[in-house]
């Protein structure tokens, strides 16, 4: 049934126009992803809603079920979080680089990665032509993971495909 899901997020992406959605390359030791996709309206506008995660995360896609306890500050060492019931918390990913309007990269392993021997780079590009951005987005993971990252290559691509088009639909509501 995840299979499935995961294959109808990619294909609800792929028809929503101008998106294109791959796994670049999977290896046993990691694998990248990316996705790129045009959004109709300017960088600044884009860039606004995707430091706040919690307009456009898939709220399936967070341990406490909820996109409203994402947040993310998009400075040097900030954090991409989420606040859980009870007082806890999670560190998904932290900020280590942030030119508003042009390139966020975030560092760290996301959702069940976090519990192997993972990292990665998260990288959103922004390029701003006529009033529309097109988005870039990678995902390079490496490091450890018990039976390879190469099984878990074409998954993840479905997950970040999910919180791409999330990004694009949230942007063009505003």
Known sequence: ????TIA???LALLAAGAARAEVVDAQPNGFEVKHEVVIDAPAAAVWDVLVQPSKWWASAHTWSRSAANLSLAAASGGC???RLPNGGSVVHMTTVHAAPGRKLVLSGALGPLQTSGATGALTFLLAEKDGKTTITVTYDVGGYLKGGFDKWAAGVDGVIGQQVAGLKAATEAK
């Open 1 to 4: 049934m995840r299979t499935l």
């Open 8 to 10: 109808a997020a990619g």
């Open 80 to 82: 991409f979080c989420e």
